[in-house]
């Protein structure tokens, strides 16, 4: 063999085992098991516990999870074994629930606690553990609400039911069936916009059977919902047993309410330059939409007039410059809301115009 082609040859060994470094030590295979679910909660109404979690991205190794995860429920009593509940795969991320009806011997009898877990396996069965625990009571929830019923009045929309014990809590949901209006980019001052869901704690020692809520707006459609609460002290904390929920009631909160009446109402006279008149003032209405005042007259017993003109008075005062010296007038007051609603009118002021 010629020397120039010895040396190609050594140089060609050379890379083919050179420039790669020390091989480090063999690295285990990994197990791919799924991250333990770390933030499983339960909640029970009437004889159904739902059960919500966040599915896990990566598995023990720090790898992303590229296939659904079989999951596995399960429940314990007190102490004792945690019987299985049911199973479903999930994808890594993903939103998990589960729905159970209780079996009827988890659902009567005493309050007591019990524990729900999931558990995530990997293609051969194995798990990085248990998850955290979800508690809740089995036992005899509270009966349901079979009568709920509700009415729009100015203040609010009040709901009733056939009371129960004297202790009872009850737990209202409300829901806006009206979608939010959409904001103009110039309305600064707009009010906030309404939850879409809302839960309001209702204790019903002071009003057995009945509940307002003053947290409404005329011309929105809301619907409720409510279910009776029973709490317990376990292990130190305290747990809710809820009943199931009620049938829905929709209601309409349609404005169809006058304002209040004036009140205060007060008259003067007086002769200036050779001229008569009558200031009158009151004290202001507070309803957020009012959208004024009207004025009314009458002499002796005669009929009411209205003496204010169009548009509606806004402040709460007017000047009657047409009256007379040594007549005596009677004066009344009425609001009108932004929905033309007019009150009923207010207390008779009267006053005398002095002679000149």
Known sequence: MQPNRLAALAIAFTFTFSGCGTPGAPQPPSLNLPDAVTDLSATRAGSEVALTWTMPKKNTDKLLLKADVEVRICRRVGSGACDAAGSLNLAPAAKGMFLETLPQSLADGSTRALTYYVELKNRIGRSAGLSNAAIVLAGEAPAPI????????????????????????????????????????????????????????????????????????????????????????????????????????????????????????????????????????????????????????????????????????????????????????????????QGEHESARSAPADETVPNQ
């Open 146 to 337: 079979t009568d709920l019923g509700a009415e729009v009045r100015k203040d609010g929309i009040v709901l009733h039911w056939m009371p129960g014990n004297g202790n009872e809590l009850l737990r209202l949901h409300r829901k806006l069936l009206t979608p939010p209006a959409t904001k103009s980019p110039h309305e600064l001052l707009a009010a906030a916009a309404e939850p879409l869901e809302e839960t309001l704690l209702v204790d019903a020692k002071t009003e057995p059977g009945r509940a307002i809520d003053k947290n409404i707006r005329f011309g929105q459609t809301y619907e409720y919902r409510a279910q009776r609460i029973r709490r317990v002290t376990t292990n130190g904390g305290t747990l809710e047993l809820a009943g199931a929920l009620s049938a829905a009631v929709h209601v309409e909160a349609t404005d169809v309410f006058p304002p209040a009446v004036p009140v205060g109402l007060g008259a003067v006279a007086s002769i200036e330059n050779g001229g008569a008149s009558i200031d009158l003032s009151w004290q202001p209405n507070t309803e957020a939409d009012l959208a004024g005042y009207i004025v009314y007259r009458r002499e002796a017993d005669g009929n009411w007039q209205r003496i204010s003109p169009q548009p509606l008075v806004v402040a709460p005062a007017f000047h009657d410059a047409q009256v007379q010296p040594g007549h005596n007038y009677h004066y009344a007051v009425s609001a009108v809301d």
